[in-house]
Every structure is written in structure tokens, then in C-alpha cells.
């Protein structure tokens, strides 16, 4: 429809007697049918209509009842039918000037959302009663439009079934050249499916447990019963028969056995290309009785049509606009390895009649990545043809497969070793080596830099991915690649850790040697005899570079902790395997609380209750070790332990083998108290119990770890080991004269 020419077709403003039941008032009630509360409502109508028909045209007018309350006479919209067309368009008004035009449908138009016109999800019964129109006008709209139901039931019906053809029509173009590309897609050979069960990555003999050892077994891969000696569930084995690699599996044993999940693929020839077809594979045995006929599944997944003229076409089997699973496009990522899949060679002759019949695909006994991509990126990058072909196989699979090494390679060239931009021995060292990209790159720098190098460290620089530029960092400027190479080789057999690894761990040293001011170009720092424990040295190094700086601020924030802690050294205690050492100061706390990772360090009631002679801190090891954390304590002047913590501030079965070492240092800790720190015990005591009944009062909960969602007053209390002074462990009282 024109927009111009309905312009021009006469207006439809509201008469006076809808002017009327806009404005009517009174209490009007709207049941609800699912039996909640009422609609109350003081105005009858929220919105009227009228409709009038203009030759071909249904003009179909909505007045907003509270804007004509406000003296707005015109339409809110003009929608437009035109049912030869199939076509509708609503004009949005405000005060009768045209805003803009909407191909929504009425019921989204907006402010209509809140008006029963056509769902089945009204809230209220009888919500249609709130539009107005008069009979006349309701039949108008039923007979002009061809519907079931009459007034603006009638128009929403109308213009949902206009949409959906519109949709339905819409996709069926869209569908339609991906259907006609299935229909080249010529029919699987005979075979395909079997021989896609052949190439499982997974093969298993099956035999029958019996007392004695079973004497035969059925392998998966040939299909047939042969014999087995000293069978083992598990066991790897290879079958007598085909040769297989494969898994020995007692039957009685199995339960739901899935295999790896596989691709294969093929490539078929049509009338005017080729098309490449990918299949997801799986078997499964359910029972002892699918041992010679396992479950499976040969699921088409990907198609790829290859015209002779033209762009590549990529199809995968999915879910169409959530309404079928059907042949839709599948966007095309470049570049990248594929899983295991395995290519069916009986036809692989068909590429010699297409634009593909120099390829190499042909040479692979397991391709590098989708055939479809591999001819596309070879047809690309003829390099491709001619390193395969020169016997170069694994330098092949990282330029196919990777994205894009091609700034490593000149493809202007015709000569391979031009292209490679190495020499003729260089490229027969890289045919001995099998080298690959970065074997490669390490005779480029080798020619460039007119040096040898050994084949042992290339081999070793790039099975670990490691070229020369790995190698320039500030530190190793002005060494040798093979003084390199012979150092991290070291330390791989002194770590058991992988070379690119230590690399890595390397650079992080000697980064850290820098920040401690150390001579790195000194061949003892440079060179540290075990890497890997150097590196652990250093970060602990740095470490305490920081700890310093945090406990000054501790010392300037707390400045009496440091004058308290030297005096609680008369409680040290030695016995039994076990020891109580005492923090010298504020530093010592700061690096309990690094090498245990708890809060110690990092809550200031710690620091605080210490200065106010409230609780102080202990630390329980081993006397075999007594420097290394192990336990952190809080204790009370009067020797009430507070809490015990390990690492990640949480407890351990081995700290239950110390509470009797704990109890025999509470009463020792008892003997050398004052007069004055048993007063302190006491006020420390009352005011535990305040603190615990406000934790609780306020219900904090414990929120990290295993202790998540109790009661911190409770975990607190359970940690709580009291002084238990009993006769006997202390002076006993004086007696009264006379007695």
C-alpha cells in the first residue's frame, strides 16, 4: 500500500455519542476466572472503535478513551487493510498529526498491551467489554476480512494469519536454494556405514571369565572369536587376528560401555562439484549380548558443497528457527585443528576430475583438518601441494592447520627452498627432522644468522613450541641458543617439568632477581643450580619485601604490640614432639598469616585485643620443625585457648594428637602468671562471653569454607578450650591459724 494515497483517503474523527461512553463513570466490575481479586474500575471504556470501508480498504480507526477525556477526538491509529493484497500498515497519530507508520500488529501496538483483544492469557473475564464498538462495525470487519470472529478479535485474527503466511513464505524463499543444494547430495555407498564402525578409536576383546583364565575372546575391530592368553579386564592387548590395539573387557563387567566418539568423512562427486559429508560416530554395548552386534549411530552432521565454479557452500544438520531440524547454513570459522577424524579413501581418485586434482589429500592417512577445509585452504596455498609432496608432512599440518603461519614462508616462489627461504641441506635436515613450523623457523634464524645449530636442540626447541624469539628476552641477551637449550635440559631432568614451562619459570626469576636489586648477568644468579627451587626462593624473597612493608604499618597503627610480645616468651614450651613459640614481633604475626593463609594478619581485633591484654598469639609446631608453621593460637591471659587454625584457617585430625600437649602447656602457662595477668585473664574472659552473646544476638554466620552458614558464636565456642587447673597444679591456700 501507498502511504500517500491513504493519506488522501477522508478521516474518521469520533462521533459524539462515543464522546459520551469515553466519558462515563461509575463503579464497573471485571471478574477473575481463576478466582484472585476483582477489576474495579470508575471509567467504563479504554478503548473505541470505528471502521469504515474505503474501496478496497478497511479503515479501521482506535480512540484511547483517556485522551479523548482529555478532548482528543481524533484516532490514536488508522490501521489499513487490504485484504487482496495480504497487506495492513498502521498510521500512529498524536492530536491528528501523523507521527509514524507500524507494520506491528494491533494488539502490540503500543498502550494496547493492557487491553483484551485477542490472548488466550487475559486476566480478566470479560476484558473485551472495555472496547466499544458498534454491532455494525464488528460485522463490517468479520465479512471484509473473512474471518471467524467479528470486531478487533476478528482484525488480530486476520492480520496473525496475514504474518504467518508472510513468514512461511519468506522462509520457503530462503529455504529454497539450500534444498535445491541437498538434492545434489548423491546417496552413501553400501559399505560406508560399516566401514565408519571399523575406524573406532576404541577396540576391545570381550571374553567370558571362568576359573583357570579364558582361552578365547571376541575382538571388536575384526569381528571374529580369537585366541587370548592370561586375559585382565583393562588390560591393553592386540588382537592375534587383525593386529588392533585394543582393550581386554571381561562381558560380565559391562555396563552401558560407550566408545570414543569419532568423525569420518567422504567425498562425493556430483554434476558440477564435489561435496564433502562429515559423520559424527559412536558405538555402545548395553549388555554381554551386544558384544558381536554393539548399538550404534553414523549421525550426518556437516555437508560441504565445492562447485567447480564458484564459492564453497557450508551446510550442518540443526534447529531452524527453533521449529525443525533440517540442512540450515553453518558459518565458516578458518583455520584451527580438528578431533579425530578419519577419511574414506576408496573414492578419494574422484578429486583427479576437478579443479583439485593435483591435491595431496591423497598422501594423508589421517588429514590435518575437514577435508573440505584442506582442499580449500591447498587450492589457497599451493605451498601446501608441494610440501607434502616433498615428503614434509608434519610442516604441512601446522601451515594447514594453523592460523596463518604464512609470514614464516615465501609463496611467491616456485623453488621450495626459495619458498622456505632455507638451503638444500637445510631442507634435508628438516625431511630427517619431520620438522614441523617451528623446526622451520629455527633453521631460517640458523641460515640467517650463518651458524649451526644441532638437531638434538631444534628437535627438543620445537617439540616444546619455542622459537628464537621465545629466547630474546633481557636477561639472555648475548647467550647462546645451545647454552640455553643445554641448561633447560638440565633442569627438565631435575624438575620432571616440560621445557616451555621452565622457560617461563626462568623469565619469573629472573624478573624477580631484578626487583630484588640482584646481579642477574652474574652467572650464578643467571644459571641457579635447581631453577625451579631458586624461583620458589625468590618468590619468598619478594615476599618478605612486602611483609616488612605491612608490618610497618602495622607497628605505626599498633604501636604497643611490639613492646608486649617479647614478654610472652616465659611462656615457651617444649614437650613430646610438640612446641609453643612465641612472635618477636608484629612482623613474625604478619608472616604466620602469609605462609597459613588465615586472617590473622589481616584483622585488627587481633592486634587490637593484644594491646588491650585481652588475647595474645601463639604458634604451635612440631619440635622437629620448629621454624616451619603449622598451628596459630589465641590465647587469654589466663591460658583459655580461644582458637586453633591451619592453613585456610581451618583445623585438621592431626591437630587432635596435640591436646594433650596443649593441656600440659595450659597449666605450665598457669604456674608463671602474675597476680596482675590472672586480673587480666579475668577481664579477657568476661569479655569473650559479651562478644559471643552479641555474635549471636546478631546472628553472624560463618560465610566461607567448611564451616559455611553456622553460627560464628557457635563455631567459636566449639573451638574454645578452657584452663582446667585442678588440685595439686597450683599452691594450695594458706591454713588459718589454730587449725
Given at each position: 500500500m501507498y502511504k500517500e494515497k491513504l493519506r488522501q483517503l477522508k478521516r474518521i474523527n469520533a462521533t459524539p455519542h462515543m464522546i459520551d461512553l469515553a466519558n462515563e463513570k461509575g463503579i464497573f466490575t471485571y471478574e477473575s476466572p481463576y478466582g484472585g481479586e476483582s477489576l474495579i474500575r470508575n471509567v467504563r471504556y479504554d478503548l473505541l472503535v470505528r471502521c469504515q470501508t474505503r474501496g478496497g480498504i478497511l479503515m479501521i480507526c482506535l480512540f484511547m478513551a483517556d485522551r479523548m477525556r482529555k478532548g482528543e477526538l481524533t484516532p490514536a491509529y488508522e490501521i489499513y487493510c487490504n485484504p487482496e493484497g495480504k497487506e495492513y500498515i498502521t498510521r500512529v497519530l498524536e492530536d491528528g498529526r501523523e507521527v509514524r507508520w507500524s507494520s506491528a500488529m494491533a494488539d502490540n501496538l503500543e498502550g494496547m498491551e493492557d487491553i483484551y483483544i485477542y490472548s488466550s492469557y487475559s486476566w480478566y473475564k470479560g476484558r473485551e467489554k472495555r472496547i466499544w464498538q458498534n454491532p455494525g462495525g464488528k460485522e463490517t470487519i468479520k465479512k471484509f476480512l473473512g474471518v471467524q470472529s467479528p470486531g478487533m478479535q476478528g482484525l488480530v485474527e486476520w492480520q496473525r494469519k496475514i504474518r504467518r503466511a508472510n513468514i512461511e513464505e519468506k522462509e520457503a524463499r530462503e529455504k529454497a536454494p539450500w534444498d535445491k543444494d541437498m538434492s545434489l547430495v548423491p546417496p552413501l555407498p553400501p559399505c560406508f556405514a560399516k566401514w565408519a564402525l571399523k575406524q573406532s578409536p576404541d577396540n576391545y576383546i570381550f571374553y567370558h571369565y571362568k576359573d583357570g583364565g579364558a582361552e578365547e575372546g571376541y575382538c571388536s575391530h575384526c569381528g571374529h572369536w580369537v585366541p587370548i592368553q592370561s586375559p585382565r579386564h583393562l588390560r591393553k592387548c592386540r588382537c592375534p587376528k587383525c593386529g588392533a590395539a585394543a582393550t581386554f573387557r571381561a562381558t560380565g563387567k559391562i555396563s552401558t560401555l560407550r566408545t570414543e566418539e569419532y568423525y569420518t568423512q567422504i567425498v562425493q562427486k556430483y554434476e558440477g562439484g564435489i561435496v564433502v559429508r562429515i559423520f559424527d560416530v559412536q558405538q555402545w554395548?548395553?549388555?554381554?549380548?551386544?558384544i558381536g552386534s554393539p548399538n550404534y549411530r553414523v549421525t550426518e552432521v556437516n555437508r560441504t558443497i565445492l562447485p567447480d565454479a564458484g564459492a564453497s557452500r557450508r551446510y550442518r544438520y540443526g534447529l531452524y528457527k527453533n521449529k525443525e531440524y533440517r540442512w540450515i547454513p553453518d558459518q565458516y570459522w578458518p583455520g584451527g585443528r580438528c578431533g579425530r577424524i578419519v577419511t574414506y579413501t576408496k573414492n578419494l581418485k574422484i578429486l583427479k576430475k576437478t579443479k583439485y586434482r593435483n591435491s595431496a589429500a591423497v598422501l594423508w592417512k589421517q588429514l590435518p583438518l575437514r577435508l573440505d577445509d584442506f582442499l580449500e585452504k591447498e587450492l589457497a596455498h599451493p605451498l601446501l601441494e608441494k610440501t607434502m609432496k616433498a615428503g614434509l608432512?608434519?610442516?604441512t599440518y601446522d601451515l594447514a592447520a594453523i592460523a596463518p603461519p604464512w609470514k614464516q614462508v615465501d609463496e611467491t616462489e616456485t623453488e621450495l627452498t626459495k619458498a622456505l627461504r632455507i638451503d638444500t641441506a637445510r631442507l634435508r635436515r628438516l625431511k630427517e627432522m619431520d620438522g614441523e613450523i617451528f623446526c622451520l623457523r629455527w633453521l631460517q634464524t640458523e641460515k640467517t644468522n650463518n651458524t649451526l645449530y644441532e638437531n638434538e636442540m631444534i628437535t627438543d626447541f620445537s617439540a616444546a613450541r619455542i622459537d628464537m624469539n621465545e629466547l630474546i628476552f633481557p636477561h639472555l641477551i648475548?647467550?647462546?641458543?645451545?647454552?640455553i637449550w643445554r641448561y633447560l635440559t638440565k633442569q627438565r631432568t631435575l624438575s620432571e617439568k616440560a621445557m616451555r614451562e621452565l622457560l617461563q619459570t626462568w623469565k619469573d626469576y629472573l624478573n624477580m632477581a631484578d626487583k630484588a636489586r640482584m646481579d642477574t648477568q652474574n652467572s650464578m644468579i643467571l644459571y641457579p643450580k635447581d631453577l625451579y627451587a631458586a624461583h620458589q626462593q625468590m618468590i619468598l624473597l619478594i615476599q618478605e619485601g612486602e611483609m616488612e612493608k605491612e608490618a610497618r604499618k602495622l607497628e605505626k597503627k599498633w604501636p604497643q604490640v611490639n613492646q608486649i610480645l617479647p614478654a610472652l616468651k616465659k611462656y615457651e614450651y617444649t614437650k613430646g614432639g610438640y612446641t609453643i613459640v612465641t612472635p618477636k614481633n608484629i612482623l613474625?604475626?604478619?608472616?604466620?598469616?602469609?605462609?597459613?593463609?588465615?586472617?590473622?594478619?589481616?584483622?585488627?581485633?587481633?592486634?587490637?585485643?593484644?594491646?588491650?591484654h585481652e588475647s595474645y598469639l601463639f604458634f604451635l609446631r612440631r619440635a622437629s620443625a620448629p621454624d616451619t608453621p603449622w598451628y596459630t593460637l589465641e590465647v587469654e591471659p589466663s591460658g583459655n585457648i580461644r582458637q586453633k587454625r591451619t592453613t585456610g584457617d581451618n583445623q585438621g585430625k592431626d591437630l587432635e594428637e596435640a591436646v594433650k600437649f596443649l593441656k600440659a602447656w595450659q597449666k605450665d602457662f598457669y604456674r608463671k602468671l602474675t597476680k596482675e595477668e590472672k586480673e587480666?585473664?579475668?577481664?579477657a574472659d568476661q569479655a569473650r562471653r559479651q562478644e559471643y552473646e552479641k555474635l549471636r544476638a546478631d546472628g553472624n554466620r560463618v560465610w566461607h569454607g567448611r564451616l559455611a552458614g553456622q553460627l560464628l558464636a557457635d563455631v567459636l565456642e566449639q573451638d574454645f578450650m578452657p584452663q582446667e587447673i585442678t588440685q595439686g597444679d597450683v599452691e594450695p591456700p594458706p591454713v588459718a591459724a589454730g587449725a
Open positions: 554395548y548395553k549388555g554381554p549380548e551386544d608432512p608434519s610442516l648475548g647467550q647462546k641458543p645451545a647454552k613474625d604475626i604478619v608472616k604466620e598469616g602469609h605462609a597459613l593463609q588465615h586472617c590473622v594478619h589481616t584483622c585488627d581485633f587481633y592486634f587490637d585485643r593484644i594491646q588491650k587480666q585473664g579475668k577481664r
